[in-house]
């Protein structure tokens, strides 16, 4: 297997770590600088939200390859508590933490393709692809 | 029996020094020193082991060569495995020449040994581990304090305007300077307007609006206006695809035209001072037509 470029979050300042290598890999895929500041927004995000919710997990990247599409794919994992109702994180203004309550909803608006996994008490994958245009 | 271990050692040195030397210039191949000469590479090596031996002579323990051997390699920025390599492949290496010293070795000398030569290498890693890590650590607080010197800057610009121009990631430590430093400023200076200026801020997040979006708040109750400026277009994508409302204060995209703004609510306008040629002129346009 290919070994894929992998971020641990374990303070605050890994969430910079893992936007920086992100927007890189984005840079050399060839992203124009409005996706690559969606990108990076989006790590953002997710490496917060395991940060806030989870205290340690990782985020890794991956470039995808679909009917000669290229692509970048986000993961962010944990093992933190998970999410007990999937339906209402992703709707906006909704926040546990006194946020905003627009980072979730928010990543699916700025990447192509969304998808989460969390089981309550086990924790929570998410991973996304912004596509090459 | 301790003793007699040293005796071995030290009346061996050349030996160990010399075994010594072979082992790390063999394991230099697939390391870390590669960007170093061979030179400089083997009288340090050379240096280190006699530093070793001389800590060894005096009882083991700390001497003032070693000390000044290991500031000089942690300003060189060699790196610490290097150091604790080298201890390492000593440590084997006499206990290897000692044992094959004798023909028969029970357990209990076996022990000594271990115990005699741990005693000496042990203290000269923890010294050199802590010197290393101490310098790591004194470089990194100073780069904290740099960094938060130039965190939060309210710079008064003109009677009633203020600027903070945020340069960098905002992290929850800055947010908390930003807030406070505007709020200080604002009463301080007798601020109407602050212009915040995020030309520099690389990454606008939920996080960093929601930061944003108090701060302003915040300055509003105290009675100045806040004015957002220096969004850049992909920013402003990426505000607009997170669903970030930032309508409750003026947005402007860069500094010079939140700084127009700001002199319109102050009641000000910027105006070119006429020349006394064009007054001329325009005194001789008018003879002229009438």
């Known amino acids: ?133 | 029996m301790p003793k007699r271990v040293d005796r071995i050692v030290l009346d061996n040195s050349d030996v160990i020094i010399k075994n010594w030397l072979k082992i790390v210039s063999e394991n230099r191949q697939n390391d870390y020193t590669s960007s170093i000469s061979d030179e400089l590479f083997q009288s340090t090596n050379r240096e280190f082991v006699n530093v070793i031996f001389d800590s060894l002579a005096s009882g083991g323990g700390l001497t003032k060569e070693l000390e000044s051997f290991s500031e000089r390699l942690v300003n060189l920025g060699w790196p610490l495995s290097y150091l604790t390599d080298g201890l390492q492949t000593f440590r084997r290496v006499t206990i290897d020449f000692v044992l094959s010293q004798h023909d028969q070795i029970d357990t209990d000398f076996f022990s000594v040994i271990l115990d005699r030569v741990d005693t000496w290498v042990d203290p000269i890693i923890n010294k050199l581990v802590n010197e290393y890590s101490g310098s790591w650590e004194h470089t990194v607080s100073l780069q904290r304090v740099a960094l938060q010197e130039l965190s939060a800057p309210l710079i008064p610009v003109m009677r009633n305007i203020t600027i903070m121009p945020l340069i960098g990631t905002i992290d929850t430590e800055r947010a908390k300077q930003i807030m406070e430093n505007l709020l200080t400023g604002v009463i301080k200076h007798n601020a109407e307007v602050v212009l915040i200026d995020i030309t520099g801020v690389p990454v606008v997040d939920t996080m960093v609006a929601h930061h944003i979006i108090q701060a302003a708040e915040a300055v509003r109750l105290i009675g100045a206006k806040c004015i957002l400026v220096g969004i850049r277009p992909e920013i402003a994508q990426t505000i607009v695809n997170l669903g970030i409302d930032l309508g409750k204060f003026p947005t402007k995209s860069s500094l010079r035209k939140g700084f127009e703004t700001a002199l319109e609510l102050t009641g000000r306008t910027i105006q070119r001072e006429k020349k006394q040629e064009t007054i001329v002129e325009d005194i001789m346009n008018q003879l002229t037509e009438g």
């Open chain 1, 1 to 133: 297997m290919e070994l894929k470029p992998c971020v641990n979050i374990r303070q605050e300042w890994d969430i910079v770590g893992a936007r920086q290598l992100g927007r890189e890999k984005a840079k050399e895929l060839g992203f124009g600088t409005v996706d690559q500041a969606r990108i990076a927004t989006a790590i953002s995000e997710l490496a917060r939200n395991i940060y806030l919710y989870a205290g340690i997990g990782k985020v890794y990247f991956e470039m995808v390859d679909h009917l000669g599409k290229k692509g970048l794919k986000i993961v962010a994992v944990d093992e933190g508590p998970g999410i007990r109702d999937l339906s209402q994180v992703m709707q906006d203004g909704y926040s546990t933490s006194g946020g905003l309550g627009a980072g979730l909803p928010g990543v699916k608006r700025l990447m192509d393709t969304f998808e989460i996994n969390s089981e309550w008490g086990e924790g929570t994958e998410i991973s996304a692809v912004k596509w090459v245009r």
